[in-house]
């Protein structure tokens, strides 16, 4: 969040301040004032204050303005016009406890136009911000809203204002109420006003706000940690299958977050467990490409995995006519399934895709999201998009498919 500068309160505070300063000789003249003239004692002190304004000679004009405090019985309109002057002087020596005195003098006086009304309060509201007054600010924050100001840069500071005065349920309430409007209004939310949601959400144990909002973030924004914190949410969630560990690898392996070596060895073995071979070999490559694998004490060991592969894969070619027309004799599309993506995850795309289709069609499948998730994923891997994100749109299990299916249609949508 950006950090409220005085240097730019002073904009506003020298539009409304002093620049229709009464001159004292010609007070009655003046069409603002006319009906309420300063008491010359009063108007030579302030008028004195102002040109010590003007030749920047803050400490002076100050000394000019509390001489006036002393005296008695001030009117209204005398008492207006010293503070409107100390706010100038104010804003322009960086005085943010002078700022918030004079300011709230002015706004309860309510003599200026609806216009200046408006910046002033908006003026408060941020010196009370930057003091860590952070109720005052909330009151004022909102009070700019209900009385017309469009600032919206502000309501990240209602917020948090709301959230730093203890106030978090009220906070979360605003900030869920912008995600909505925005997306309502056919805007992206704020990367800030995600972010805040997601910690918000994350501190009051809401797993799903958290996990929601860092769906958002990752669809909008594509940072690598936001899909690292989401991938984490998915699988500490309690309805996740584990069945579905793998799936989630090739999740992280495409969005880059595989770096480890624990994560290629068990990536690779879970492959070979499930009898995709092929892809275990891929993955070991990889691993050996980023220097994960083939380093260190374990060298062996990971020469020994590749082996491994290399031989399932020679075994599975060999088996695999008769592992053909047993799947096409079953009564369940199941092992047609399971070959076709083994085919696929080894490069083999057209010729699993085709075998998937004709498995998912037989139906009785065990479990008919993860086919149509894998079948999805089959289509994004060989460049047929807009199959892949229709059928991944039928994917809505609890289990973690249907978190994996979103996820992989935004990673789509964001791969050239």
């Given at each position: 969040?950006k950090?409220?500068?005085?240097?730019?309160?002073?904009?506003?505070?020298?539009?409304?301040?002093?620049?229709?300063?009464?001159?004292?000789?010609?007070?009655?003249?003046?069409?603002?004032?006319?009906?309420?003239?300063?008491?010359?004692?009063?108007?030579?002190?302030?008028?004195?204050?102002?040109?010590?304004?003007?030749?920047?000679?803050?400490?002076?004009?100050?000394?000019?303005?509390?001489?006036?405090?002393?005296?008695?019985?001030?009117t209204?309109?005398?008492?207006?016009?010293?503070?409107?002057?100390r706010?100038?002087?104010?804003?322009?020596?960086g005085?943010?406890?002078?700022?918030?005195?004079?300011?709230?003098?002015?706004?309860?006086?309510?003599?200026?136009?609806?216009?200046?009304?408006?910046?002033?309060?908006?003026?408060?509201?941020?010196?009370?911000?930057?003091?860590?007054?952070?109720?005052?600010?909330?009151?004022?924050?909102?009070?700019?809203?209900?009385?017309?100001?469009?600032?919206?840069?502000l309501?990240?500071y209602?917020?948090?204002?709301?959230?730093?005065?203890?106030?978090?349920?009220?906070?979360?309430?605003?900030?869920?109420?912008?995600?909505?409007?925005?997306?309502k209004?056919?805007?992206?939310?704020?990367?800030?006003?995600?972010?805040?949601?997601?910690?918000?959400?994350?501190?009051?144990?809401?797993?799903?706000?958290?996990?929601?909002?860092?769906?958002?973030?990752?669809?909008?924004?594509?940072?690598?940690?936001?899909?690292v914190?989401?991938?984490?949410?998915?699988?500490?969630?309690?309805?996740?299958?584990?069945?579905?560990?793998?799936?989630?690898?090739?999740?992280?392996?495409?969005?880059?977050?595989?770096?480890?070596?624990?994560?290629?060895?068990?990536?690779?073995?879970?492959?070979?467990?499930?009898?995709?071979?092929?892809e275990?070999?891929?993955?070991?490559?990889?691993?050996?490409?980023?220097?994960?694998?083939?380093?260190?004490?374990?060298?062996?060991?990971h020469?020994?995995?590749?082996?491994?592969?290399?031989?399932?894969?020679?075994?599975?070619?060999?088996?695999?006519?008769?592992?053909?027309?047993?799947?096409?004799?079953?009564?369940?599309?199941?092992?047609?399934?399971?070959?076709?993506?083994?085919?696929?995850?080894?490069?083999?795309?057209?010729?699993?895709?085709?075998?998937?289709?004709?498995?998912?069609?037989?139906?009785?499948?065990?479990?008919?999201?993860?086919?149509n998730?894998?079948?999805?994923?089959?289509?994004?891997?060989?460049?047929?998009?807009?199959?892949?994100?229709?059928?991944?749109?039928?994917?809505?299990?609890?289990?973690?498919?249907?978190?994996?299916?979103?996820?992989?249609?935004?990673?789509?949508?964001?791969?050239?």
């Open positions: 969040m950090h409220l500068r005085l240097s730019q309160l002073a904009i506003v505070i020298a539009a409304i301040g002093c620049a229709a300063l009464p001159e004292m000789t010609g007070v009655v003249g003046n069409t603002a004032y006319a009906q309420e003239a300063m008491r010359p004692e009063v108007g030579k002190l302030v008028q004195q204050a102002g040109d010590m304004f003007r030749a920047k000679k803050y400490r002076d004009a100050l000394g000019k303005l509390q001489e006036t405090d002393r005296i008695s019985n001030k209204v309109n005398e008492s207006f016009t010293i503070e409107r002057m706010l100038a002087v104010a804003s322009a020596s005085d943010n406890d002078l700022i918030i005195r004079s300011g709230e003098v002015i706004v309860a006086a309510n003599k200026l136009g609806s216009k200046e009304q408006l910046q002033l309060i908006q003026v408060l509201a941020n010196a009370y911000y930057k003091a860590g007054n952070y109720a005052k600010a909330a009151k004022a924050y909102e009070r700019y809203f209900a009385e017309g100001g469009t600032d919206t840069s309501r990240q209602l917020t948090q204002a709301k959230a730093q005065s203890g106030d978090n349920a009220g906070a979360m309430k605003d900030v869920k109420a912008e995600i909505v409007a925005a997306e209004a056919g805007r992206v939310p704020a990367q800030a006003t995600l972010e805040f949601y997601a910690s918000g959400a994350l501190r009051a144990g809401d797993k799903a706000g958290y996990q929601n909002a860092l769906e958002k973030l990752v669809a909008f924004y594509g940072k690598k940690e936001y899909w914190n989401l991938i984490n949410a998915v699988e500490r969630n309690k309805e996740f299958n584990s069945r579905l560990s793998m799936d989630l690898y090739r999740l992280k392996l495409a969005v880059g977050s595989i770096k480890e070596t624990k994560d290629y060895m068990e990536m690779a073995q879970i492959a070979i467990q499930d009898g995709n071979n092929g275990a070999l891929k993955i070991i490559e990889a691993g050996y490409k980023a220097g994960a694998l083939g380093q260190g004490n374990e060298a062996a060991r020469g020994r995995l590749r082996d491994l592969a290399t031989k399932k894969q020679t075994e599975a070619k060999a088996a695999a006519a008769a592992n053909e027309a047993a799947a096409e004799a079953a009564a369940d599309g199941t092992a047609l399934v399971s070959i076709g993506f083994s085919y696929v995850t080894s490069g083999e795309l057209e010729k699993g895709i085709a075998m998937m289709e004709k498995g998912i069609k037989k139906d009785n499948l065990k479990y008919p999201d993860d086919a998730l894998h079948l999805g994923m089959a289509y994004l891997m060989a460049g047929k998009k807009s199959n892949g994100l229709k059928v991944l749109k039928t994917v809505q299990g609890k289990d973690g498919s249907g978190d994996l299916a979103r996820y992989w249609t935004i990673y789509a949508n964001q791969s050239k």
